[in-house]
């Protein structure tokens, strides 16, 4: 599990073809005490550290998870966000995110506002159906809080901090991002269906096919 606060703003320095992408990422702060077979968010991408190669990590991709994020379009001199895994104990300063990509976004326009930025994202309706204003939406491993949700698109509010410490510094309109929402949203649809309303409160419904 992560928290969506990105550690530190890592670099890809070499990309392997074939099916199995690899992707080297040099890093600092994030090799500290990571061994192989760790787990590293790389742009929200929840990835397995296949081994270390001086001050990079190597990390394997397989073509599922090229088909459902933004990391096959990496390139050598990438900025990519990276958080370590969160340790039993640690603090929670984000929301609870996964690592699971749902859906792929595009950064449509930037703003100034105040002392910060209003970023527009497009979004696909897989990812916006659990969108809700003033909720938690991870962009490429970046826990966000939501302003604003229309038909095709969100806001949300970035502050100058988070701009300098995570690769939204190097980004564009245009540019492609991965999207997770919000994990307790997607359990609640899932749940909602097998619940019925009764007096006095709430009970599972047993399913009519169930054996």
Not at 53 to 67: D, H, I
């Amino acid at each position: 599990m992560f928290t969506g606060l990105v550690e530190e703003v890592g670099r890809v320095v070499g990309v392997g073809g074939g099916e199995m992408r690899s992707l080297a990422v040099a890093a600092g702060r994030v090799l500290e005490g990571t061994r192989e077979g760790d787990s590293v968010a790389v742009n929200g991408v929840c990835l397995t550290v296949e081994r270390r190669e001086g001050e990079a990590l190597v990390f394997n991709a397989m073509p599922e998870t090229l088909r459902r994020t933004a990391l096959g379009g990496l390139l050598p001199g990438s900025p990519v966000n990276l958080e370590r895994a969160m340790p039993a104990g640690g603090r929670f300063g984000g929301h609870v995110v996964q690592g699971h990509v749902d859906g792929v976004g595009e950064v449509r326009g930037v703003r100034p506002e105040g002392g910060a930025e209003i970023w527009t994202f497009g979004a696909p309706e897989g990812v916006l159906r659990y969108t809700v204003e003033k909720g938690s939406i991870c962009v490429d491993g970046i826990s966000l809080t939501v302003v604003s949700v229309k038909d095709d698109s969100f806001t949300v509010s970035i502050l100058p901090q988070t701009k300098e410490s995570t690769n939204l510094r190097e980004l564009g309109v245009g540019a492609r991002v991965n999207l997770e929402a919000d994990l307790i949203a997607k359990y609640v649809e899932r749940l909602l269906p097998h619940v019925v309303r009764v007096s006095g409160g709430f009970e599972r419904s047993v399913e009519r096919d169930a054996v």
